[in-house]
């Protein structure tokens, strides 16, 4: 079973501290689903520090995370902490923004 959730109903247009991911990633570890779709449609920022705890915390649940609608600006935020890492030869096994098109905003 799958369940959606729309991040903006959860945040807001932005994404701001480190505590607001780590405590939205506890509460998902605790649905029944296996599969999670999280909705980032009317997400217009996601802060580097926000982007980088949620790298870390989704390499951590036990969960599959789909990205959806996610707009270019939030995508460029994710690219670069991912680019962050590998300069400090930390390997990133996720797959942010490369996913199907079609869930990906234009």
């Known amino acids: ?7 903006s109903h959860e945040f807001g247009e932005n994404i ?5 991911i780590s405590a939205f990633f506890e509460k998902l570890s ?9 909705d980032f449609k009317d997400i217009k920022f996601v802060s580097r520090s926000c982007a980088d705890e949620y790298l870390k915390q989704k390499e ?13 600006e939030v995508c460029s935020m994710f690219n670069a902490v991912k680019i ?4 400090a030869g930390i390997e990133i096994s996720l797959d942010i923004c490369s996913g199907p098109k079609s869930l990906v905003a234009a």
């Open 60 to 72: 951590k649940i036990r969960k599959k995370i789909v990205e959806a609608n996610m707009s270019k």
């Open 16 to 20: 701001f501290t480190r505590n607001t």
């Open 84 to 87: 962050q890492y590998k300069k």
């Open 1 to 7: 079973m799958t369940r959606k959730i729309s991040l």
């Open 30 to 38: 605790k649905e029944k689903e296996a599969e999670i779709i999280l």
